[in-house]
């Protein structure tokens, strides 16, 4: 018995020193930043559509979903009948980065990124706007546009003119 | 100028220069011995603060420095308030007696392996009161373990090292290290070596015989309610026994200064700094036995192997003697 321990000593002993050789797992964070996945839940953003309008049709979806209530919006509409968001309002200090407001949202507008350096020093600098969380582009979906399938008319765009719409129905009239 | 006062002057000068040295690797130490944990677990340890973070122990020093000296309401104070003293100052009296090289050390004494086993002796009073005046159940449990476990260990540390003082006739260190010109002891007791070590670690209460402080089951054992500079003082008592028992090592064991071409002190440090690398190493490595397994391993196994070696190296010596005569 005594024997079998000595040499399970040594081999034990030799194996961690054979680790001396290996390479070191660790990534040194600031100066080394580590890969993120492109669908890593980050930072929040606000996307806009191809045509570099607002994507938000501040349905309050996202609001809804939300398990720590980290969402505040205001629903308002321009002269074309067009629905937009007055406010836009997450409070990063409660947000658990659980990505249901993007799961939530019927018009890919809310997104999260692969992004996770925001400290700050204050907790109010945590709480951001629409202009801080609306990005220039469309983040991860391309080519979507709401509006441009969506059935509701709004100005420059009729009903049924959308992409793979069909033409209304009068229902006043009862030929088929 | 009288010779009196020169050459006291001379060993003072001495003794402030060995405790400074020995004080610095000990704080260097707790960094080295960081880097090496990370070393062998894939991964870097302190790197951040100095270059490779050379500057991390004036950190932890700092740190522990502006920590709150707390005293419990219950602990018996003047104790509580001595323990750590005596654990520091045991080891650190210890390197009197230690032969660095020809010329550089603090006391010669014709007994010095018998001051080193005295004193080193004395540090289990620091573990054992620090637990007992802490006046907290873990404390107390450490403690005990402590005191058993240390005055188990040290009945064949002293037998294990009696080997040598066979062979080189003295105990006189500066003796034993050039008796061993021709071979070093490590070869004829290599068993003395191996009982030596172990009995060494089990004294220091290092991994993987920490069951004094044995963090998961006793929170820190018998230093569980210190804090600020008084835990800092075990610490530093920690690191400099492993010096120091790294340094004996060399002194009784690998030839202590002897060596080729590299001047006798850097030898001498070498040979120190395989061992205590070598004390991480089984840090890194090795598991902690149960209690029950340490003290059988230690009056069961290790006890009769070093009366066995004793015996026969006594056999030896007095047959060589008998040839000579």
């Not at chain 1, 045509?51 to 609001?63: K, Q, S, W």
């Not at chain 2, 991480?280 to 391993?297: E, F, I, S």
């Amino acid at each position: 018995m005594t024997g079998m321990l000595k040499t399970g000593l040594l081999k034990t002993l030799g194996l961690v020193l054979l680790h001396s050789g290996h390479r070191r797992e660790t990534v040194q964070y600031p100066e080394e930043k580590p890969y993120l996945p492109p669908r890593w839940r980050g930072r929040i953003v606000l996307s806009r559509d191809p045509d570099g309008e607002e994507r938000c049709v501040a349905c309050y979806l996202c609001a809804a979903a939300c398990p720590v209530d980290c969402i505040a919006l205001q629903k308002t509409e321009d002269e074309t009948g067009r629905w937009y968001p007055e406010f836009f309002r997450i409070n990063f200090s409660r947000c658990i980065f659980c990505g249901m407001c993007e799961e939530a949202c019927p018009t890919y507008a809310i997104q999260l990124t692969p992004d996770f350096e925001m400290g700050e020093y204050d907790r109010r600098d945590l709480v951001y706007e629409k202009e801080d969380l609306l990005i220039s582009g469309p983040g991860k979906y391309h080519d979507y546009s709401f509006w441009r399938v969506a059935g509701k008319a709004i100005g420059g765009k009729d009903k049924g003119e959308a992409v793979d719409e069909e033409p209304p129905v009068d229902t006043r009239r009862l030929m088929p | 100028m009288n010779e009196p006062v020169v050459s006291a002057a001379a060993t003072f000068g001495q003794l402030v220069a060995i405790l400074v040295a020995v004080l610095t690797s000990a704080a260097l130490l707790t960094w080295a011995e960081r880097r090496l944990l990370g070393l062998w677990q894939d991964r870097y340890g302190p790197n951040r603060v100095g270059p490779f973070g050379l500057l991390q122990p004036v950190a932890d020093v700092i740190k522990l420095m502006m920590k709150e000296d707390f005293i419990p309401p219950a602990a018996d104070k003047p104790v509580y308030l001595m323990a750590p003293i005596v654990v520091m100052s045991t080891g650190l009296i210890a390197f009197a007696v230690i032969p660095f090289a020809p010329g550089i050390g603090v006391a010669d004494m014709s007994i010095g392996l018998l001051f080193f086993l005295a004193i080193t002796g004395l540090t289990v009073y620091g573990i054992v009161l620090g637990g007992w005046a802490s006046n907290s159940k873990y404390s107390l449990l450490g403690g005990l373990r402590g005191a058993a476990q240390m005055i188990s260990y040290e009945v064949f540390l002293g037998l294990a090292l009696m080997g040598v003082v066979l062979q080189a006739g003295s105990f006189d260190l500066r003796t034993i290290v050039e008796a061993q010109a021709g071979l070093w002891f490590v070869v004829p007791q290599i068993l003395g070596f191996v009982l030596f070590l172990i009995a060494g670690v089990a004294e220091l209460h290092r991994l993987p015989f920490d069951l004094p402080e044995a963090e998961n089951e006793l929170v820190a054992g018998f230093h569980t309610e210190y804090s600020s500079m008084k835990f800092g003082m075990f610490f530093v008592g920690e690191y400099v026994g492993m010096i120091l028992t790294g340094a004996m090592a060399t002194t009784l064991f690998l030839g202590g200064w002897l060596g080729p071409v590299l001047p006798p002190i850097v030898w001498f440090l070498l040979k120190t700094a395989v061992l205590v690398v070598f004390f991480v190493l089984l840090r890194a490595a090795l598991p902690r036995p149960r209690y029950d397994q340490l003290m059988a391993l230690g009056w069961k196994v290790l006890l009769p192997l070093a009366l066995l070696n004793l015996v026969v190296t006594g056999g030896f010596v007095v047959a060589g003697a008998g040839g000579t005569a």
